[in-house]
């Protein structure tokens, strides 16, 4: 490979990376603090929803004394 494919190569990879903004304004902190406080709410729905289920296998299991 030559050496201009190889730096066309790199430039390519590269060039993504260095058009990500570190310097994320108030509206962009705002959206993550959004996201972050919506995938904590759906872990501990299904963490619930987890709990539910068990209660409820238990429960049918004790009365029909059978795996439901």
């Known amino acids: 490979m030559t ?3 190889s ?5 390519c ?10 310097n994320d304004g108030k509206a ?5 603090k959004i996201d972050n406080a919506g ?7 299904d963490d619930a929803a987890d709990e ?3 209660g ?3 429960a049918c299991e004790k ?3 059978k795996n439901c």
């Open 28 to 32: 962009e902190q705002l959206g993550e």
């Open 7 to 11: 730096a066309l190569i790199i430039l």
């Open 52 to 54: 539910v289920k068990d």
């Open 56 to 58: 409820v296998e238990d």
């Open 39 to 45: 995938n904590e709410a759906r872990d501990k729905l």
């Open 13 to 22: 990879l590269a060039f993504p990376l260095a058009a990500c903004d570190s």
């Open 63 to 65: 009365a029909t004394d």
């Open 3 to 5: 050496i201009l494919k």
